[in-house]
């Protein structure tokens, strides 16, 4: 079969021309991965869980570039009644003159003005009775919070508040299952109280390293590229070129292999090759 080497959906992008199919390389891409899948299933068995007097956390952390948000972006399509979850990103923005606030962000993913606060001395000043009967209703029973690190960019004060209204979220009036993704700094927010701390299980996603599971996710991104040629990202030599230059960082591993596609097309050889890894890692744009 011609291109059995590209996934079926894609084999016609092979014989598109090199200008669009430059274009489709440099597409953001998803490839199920082992470590991405162990959290899709950790989820779906909590989705899948009774509700208890307190409800369960996951905590998945790891370096900045390492697939976090990805993931986040893929799980209203892998995991069970996602449309059941509440979705709130505390990634500093450059336009707010402040920082954001965990509770304001809330009402804003609910698409609900946020109501002034009734007493900063307590969590459920924070948390209106009103709020719960919300929740009831729109039948969320999970909050993903991206970039939890962030809540750590305000002060003392307001770090316990937000460690409360976690506590708050998981307890038994609530009953809200809390999925948070981070960098390992995030930690430190989560046991800044032994009671936050113990309601949490911490994922760590690591760095890939020279397996099989790295060489099944270089297959399936191979399986996505427009070149007419198999380049056997797979191989023993593409391997360790790949980590030699990435140091194994999620997103510099797809960046380079990106561009060294590109590089490939340009030069006709229509695989990517050892040269090419080497092009793209000192020149990305170069091709």
Not at 119 to 132: C, M, V, Y
Not at 147 to 155: A, N, P, S, T, V
Not at 257 to 284: D, F, M, T, W
């Amino acid at each position: 079969m011609e291109y059995d080497h590209i996934r079926s959906d894609r084999r016609g992008s092979a014989n598109l021309d090199i200008s669009t199919r430059i274009s489709l390389m440099l597409e953001d891409v998803w490839v199920d991965h082992s470590p991405s899948e162990s959290i899709f299933h950790l989820m779906n068995n909590i989705a899948d869980a009774p509700r208890r007097i307190t409800a369960p956390a996951l905590l998945v952390t790891g370096n900045g570039g390492s697939g976090k948000t990805a993931i986040v972006n893929q799980i209203k399509f892998r995991v069970k009644r996602s449309d059941g979850l509440l979705f709130v990103n505390m990634a500093a923005d450059p336009d707010l003159l402040k920082q954001k606030e965990f509770r304001s962000e809330i009402y804003k993913s609910l698409e609900l003005p946020c109501p002034p606060t009734q007493d900063r001395t307590r969590p459920n000043g924070f948390i209106p009775r009103e709020l719960s009967e919300i929740l009831k209703l729109r039948n969320v029973w999970g909050i993903v919070i991206d970039e939890i690190h962030d809540l750590l960019l305000c002060g003392k004060v307001e770090q316990r508040i937000n460690s409360s209204m976690l506590k708050t979220f998981l307890g038994e009036r609530y009953g809200i299952c809390l999925f948070a993704f981070g960098t390992l700094k995030s930690s430190s927010f989560i046991s800044a109280t032994l009671e936050t701390q113990r309601r949490f299980t911490e994922v760590r996603l690591k760095d890939w390293s020279e397996d099989e599971h790295f060489r099944t996710f270089l297959l399936g991104v191979e399986e996505l590229m427009p070149l007419k040629e198999p380049s056997r990202l797979y191989d023993r030599d593409m391997v360790s070129a790949i980590l030699t230059s990435t140091g194994g960082r999620m997103d510099k591993v797809i960046e380079l292999i990106r561009h060294a596609g590109c590089y490939a097309l340009k030069s006709g050889s229509e695989r990517i090759q050892a040269v090419h890894l080497s092009s793209a890692s000192a020149n990305p744009w170069g091709y």
